[in-house]
């Protein structure tokens, strides 16, 4: 056994981890209630999220409500690459009041090559926001080495979608792999991945969920 040892420190093998080993692992969760822990459960504090949808559906909104509620727990930085600092984003957050969380709450406009440099400072922020990922410009390739540079940040990135899929090969294969999936349609983000409460869904505007199903009644009726 202590032959087996010397090898693996040798070689640079990591021991394999029994169910025990495993079972009896501690993880950090975000400890989510109501509304959020129905719909999301307690996910981890690292890894990938990402939220998709149509323009006019309510991503951003769910965005907004999503960062405020993640403020509670860490300091995020939003990288603006869409819309930089842009009056719409001025409006958002005066209509989701995120004025109360502005010591936790940065924004920023940079590149991966820039944004990466920027994390690997001490004490840097452990909650990344990227809006949105067309706008990185990033392979499927870029990603992975961006997660795997900084497996203790938690990165939340938001995506175009082209009908019901995310927009571009990239992004698909992003989704796939995120811990994470929130797919926004009619002002309600729907949990599609790892991690479900149990409604898997959240309902981030209810005149506007009213609204667009009136909408639909209307149209069925008028063919």
Sequence with gaps: ?????KDNKRTGIKRALSVKDILS??????????????AFDTPERT?????????????TSFVM?????LCKYDRIAID??????RLTVQNNLRRFGMAGVSRQLAFIKEDIPTLRERLRRHKSYNIIVIDSFQYTRMTYGDYIQLKEEFPDKLFIIISHARG???KGDAATSVMYDADLKIWVEGYVAYSKGRYRGSTSKYVIWELGLWRM???KIIKKTTR
Excluded: H, R
């Design 1 to 5: 056994m202590e032959e087996g040892k």
């Design 25 to 38: 692992k501690k993880y950090e969760v975000f400890p989510f209630e109501g509304k959020w822990k129905e």
């Design 47 to 59: 890894g990938v999220w990402f939220i998709w949808g149509n323009s006019g559906n309510g991503k």
């Design 65 to 69: 409500q999503l960062c405020k509620e």
């Design 80 to 85: 603006s690459l869409e819309e930089g600092t």
């Design 164 to 166: 019901k899929n995310p």
């Design 213 to 215: 199903a009136v909408n």
